[in-house]
């Protein structure tokens, strides 16, 4: 995963993965049907491990889940920055079919989670509405993370975007 984090999936080559796991390609194919079949499999393990984070599911649900969400989703640990299903949107076009489903039903998936903990909070808005604001800005996010923009600039983002959220 984290090859392909770093590198994108295009950018990533047989011999990276050969490389990072050290696993020769004869292993790789008992294993995995070819580079995308890895690619997805690295995809769901990594969705998986977030929802096990717990970010959006936890008691009471409400704004600050919205906000530790925004705080603590993006990941900043070296090579791996920002989200990994958000940064493989950026390739969505060359993905496989299969990954293509896999981080379409992520972003459906956590956009029902944060309307669920907007919704308990009675906003004036439509709470799916508000929780498509939530997933861009987080997407917006994510990719500045990949520019490695300053952590105290996003935590001034998320308080005066949360501020905002909370008037809506």
């Known amino acids: 995963m984290p090859v392909f984090w770093k590198h994108g999936f295009a950018d990533t080559s047989l011999q990276d993965l050969e490389r990072a796991t050290g696993v020769n390609k004869s292993g790789l194919y008992t294993e995995f049907r070819n580079k995308e079949d890895l690619f997805v499999a690295c995809l769901r393990y990594y ?6 984070r717990g970010l959006l599911t936890k008691e009471p649900l409400g704004w600050n889940n919205v906000e530790s969400f925004l705080k603590n989703g993006p990941l900043n640990k070296g090579e791996q920055q920002g989200c990994f299903s958000i940064n493989s949107m950026r390739e969505l076009a060359i993905l496989p079919n299969e990954a293509y489903g896999v981080v379409n039903d992520n972003l459906a998936l956590v956009q029902r989670l944060l309307a669920m903990n907007i919704e308990v909070e009675k906003p004036k808005m439509a709470p799916s ?14 990719i500045e993370r990949n520019l490695k923009s300053g952590k105290a600039s996003s935590t001034r983002k998320i308080e005066n975007f949360m501020t905002a959220l909370r008037s809506l």
């Open 47 to 52: 969705i998986e491990s977030q929802g096990k």
């Open 129 to 142: 509405a508000i929780a498509e604001m939530v997933l861009s800005f987080f997407s917006g996010l994510c």
